[in-house]
């Protein structure tokens, strides 16, 4: 059975009717009753009258035993004057004392909101000027912990559409919750952003926030990672303490790989100590506690499995490097407070590989290129300047000559139509940046591996059959063929022995292989056309692999 959990608005409700009927008792106990002039001259003659006022047409009589009223005409005013005092006052109108009543109330009820909301903006400016959120210590090692009121809105992130989409509903959530308590819908208590350094998990997490207009509380995994044992459990407590007195509101942990680490192997009790606190945070929130927790990592594959079941981090969301749409709209959001004359899309044509924060830095190197040569107006060459500068650092594969990316175009389709082909689960496939697909299954045949395995090395497989030789871009898919291929052999006992051999290691990965190259040939019509679409928009989703089958068979 539910039981009914009023909010503050509905208890004051409650209360301002219990006034109303309360003071209506009281009105109705205390109203004058009528009486005659016999009654009256029995009144003056035991001297039971102690005072009597005069409203309009009528004379009330206050006695010992109770207040009543009589016809002014019927009364000698003299007679009574010489008894008791009489107060004149002018006629009172029941409706509008009730009406000034009911004003009232409601006028309380107007400052009383009015002061919420004072307070609420009050609080939004004082936050304005600090970061995400402030932390301290007090010397004793307890967390001194303020929420910020984010101001970025889902309109100030340009691109990821998809991720947007996905997160309205928490947003939602946040500004509605009432609304999925009644039909009794559970949101995702955590949601996992997992991509690339630089392509905007904090600011998404920000937006959030900010489309919500709830307290946010930033805080970085490596902050509770400590070298005394206990402070990082305490740490966690603090901070979730603090997040439920403020709710609704969203916890963001980014870099979480660095508490939620997967157990095991190198033991640090510190480490596991903290990562428990933190799976018993997660477990402890209710329904309706009005916490999401919003967690950014980089590498998926090093949390560890409590914090991926469901009632955690039950919600994965990839962010991947912006394809050339999302480039374009980017670049636009930058360059709209700058005086350029440049084509946007050919910025975003040579900033394959580029991160939303490299964006940002390519063009901001862009204007200050173009004020260190004395002009006012960005121009192309200025991009083509800087280029090079913004990449330092970067990894050689995210800067793609022509053929390099025909290389790589020729390598991701392959992978996209087997995958889209063998069925196995994947988000997007881009032309640069990892293939991202769902957490594995608990039970996997031995036929959904081998198809894992041909996947992986399908890119592998096209190369040879394009361009007849081998290229570095291979190397991660190839240890992700390795891996599943030994697992196969050495934990599933699925090789032509149930002793692990290495000689069966080989034999999948050749079969594997060997499989690819006969299915892309056959294939090699639709692979030309996924080709040409990955190198003209970037992006390959299972919707568009549909469509180009669709159209030749």
């Not at 594969?397 to 992978?415: M, P, T």
């Not at 692990?500 to 692979?527: T, V, W, Y």
Request: charged residues 25%; proline residues 2%.
């Amino acid at each position: 059975m539910q039981f009914f959990k009023p909010n503050r608005l509905q208890i004051l409700i409650m209360l301002f009717c219990i006034l109303v009927l309360l003071t209506g008792y009281i009105f109705i106990k205390n109203s004058p009753k009528a009486i005659d002039m016999e009654h009256y001259s029995d009144l003056i003659t035991q001297n039971q009258i102690k005072e009597a006022k005069i409203y309009g047409g009528k004379v009330i009589l206050y006695t010992n035993i109770g207040i009543y009223s009589i016809a002014k005409d019927g009364v000698d005013i003299k007679e009574l004057l010489l008894s008791v005092p009489v107060d004149v006052k002018e006629e009172n109108n029941i409706f509008e004392m009730i009406l000034t009543f009911v004003f009232f109330i409601f006028a309380l009820f107007a400052l009383y909101y009015y002061r919420k909301v004072q307070s609420k903006n009050s609080a939004q400016d004082s936050f304005a000027n600090l970061k995400n959120v402030a932390v301290e210590s007090d010397g004793a090692g307890t967390l001194k912990i303020s929420p910020s009121v984010s101001k970025v809105k889902f309109s100030d992130v340009a691109g990821i559409k998809s991720v947007k989409e996905e997160l309205f509903e928490i947003v939602d959530f946040l500004k509605n919750p009432s609304v999925y308590q009644k039909m009794n819908v559970k949101l995702p208590r955590g949601v996992l952003l997992v991509g690339p350094p630089g392509v905007g998990k904090t600011m998404i997490a920000k937006a959030v926030a900010g489309e919500a207009n709830v307290p946010f509380f930033y805080q970085s995994g490596a902050s509770f990672v400590q070298i005394y044992v206990g402070m990082g459990a305490k740490r966690v407590r603090e901070l979730f303490s603090i997040a439920k007195s403020n709710a609704p509101s969203i916890v963001f942990i980014d870099e979480i790989d660095a508490v939620g680490k997967a157990r095991g192997g190198m033991r640090n009790d510190e480490r596991e100590a903290t990562l428990n606190q933190l799976l018993t945070e997660m477990d402890g929130f209710e329904d309706s506690s009005g916490v999401i927790v919003i967690g950014a990592t980089n590498r998926l594959e090093m949390i560890d499995e409590a914090l991926l079941r469901s009632g955690r981090f039950d919600r994965r969301i990839f962010v991947s490097l912006p394809d050339l749409q999302d480039r374009e709209k980017i670049i636009s959001a930058y360059l709209a407070d700058k005086i350029h004359n440049v084509n946007v899309c050919d910025i975003a044509k040579m900033s394959v590989g580029f991160s939303g924060a490299a964006l940002s830095t390519l063009v901001n190197e862009a204007a200050i290129n173009a004020l260190r040569r004395g002009s006012k107006t960005v121009e192309i060459e200025d991009f083509l300047i800087v280029r090079d500068k913004v990449l330092l650092g970067k990894k050689r594969l995210a800067r793609y000559s022509e053929d390099e990316k025909n290389i790589q175009a020729v390598y991701q389709a392959a992978k996209a139509l087997c995958a889209y082909w063998f069925e196995i689960n994947f988000d997007k496939i881009n032309l640069v940046g990892d293939f991202t697909k769902e957490v594995d299954k608990e039970i996997e045949s031995r036929t959904e591996l081998m198809a894992k395995i041909k996947v992986s090395l399908s890119g592998i497989a096209a190369l040879k059959i394009y361009f007849n030789e081998s290229y570095s871009n291979s190397s991660d898919d190839l240890n992700k063929a390795r891996y599943l291929a030994t697992q196969m052999v050495e934990k599933y006992a699925m090789g032509e022995r149930m002793l692990p051999n290495a000689h069966d290691i080989e034999n999948i990965l050749s079969s594997a292989l060997k499989e690819a190259e006969l299915f892309l040939e056959g294939m090699r019509k639709p692979l030309d056309l996924l080709v040409s679409v990955l190198l003209e928009d970037e992006t390959l989703t299972k919707e568009k692999i549909k469509n180009i089958l669709n159209k030749i068979f």
